[in-house]
């Protein structure tokens, strides 16, 4: 059976099976369906008509094609590529669709690049949240991969465990899905180090003035602090 492609990508060469693949003629989703007959912003709509080439099915993971049990409210997950003209991802035209559709959607975002196609995956997830504080989501970016060399793994004993893994490797390219929540917030946690790290570096070799020098070396060595108990806990 021919399967449904963006460029050149498809559900096959992700790795997917076969039965999890949108047949050919079938995937391709116009864009004006997402914002012609949907209150939009100017700005969203420019995101679809400018920055988007291609939006496409490529595959859907469920029970029947994984054998593996959906116990909760996820029943299915949709593989769905974006073709860019852009070079960045339009992460408020992917919220858009991601809210318009409860099942979870993995995106797969495809760009041009100098040595052919490049992908990188992304998701709408929910950030966690402390008691009595509102519940909010954002869409994840992960790493651009050369498009032969992406692959998705199914990972876990039920729908909702793959989806925590589809939701890792986008995130944090590994397909572990134990204890997300607590990873992302732990690698969020270091790229904001590092790059506060970076920051005091700089103005450290820059100040003139002693007692400055001074203080800005104690942030620093907090900084560092924080970053070795963070990266011993890992």
Known sequence: MAVAKCASVSALTLGLP???AMPEGKGILPKQMFYAKVPVSSGLKRRFVNDIS??????????SNTKLP???KLKEILIVAVSLNASEVPVDALEHIAKLRPSGILFVCIRSGDQGDECALAVRRALPVRAGHVQQSTIFVGQWHKAQDLTLKICGTKIEEVWESFNSQAILNTPNPENLDARIARSQSLSELHNLEAKLTKDHARAKNPT???EIY???HKV????ESLNAAI
């Open 224 to 227: 560092r602090a924080q970053l």
């Open 218 to 220: 104690a942030k620093l």
């Open 18 to 20: 076969q039965q999890a």
């Open 70 to 72: 959906a116990e909760g």
């Open 212 to 214: 400055q020098r001074n």
């Open 54 to 63: 291609e939006i496409a099915v490529l595959g859907v993971v469920n029970s």
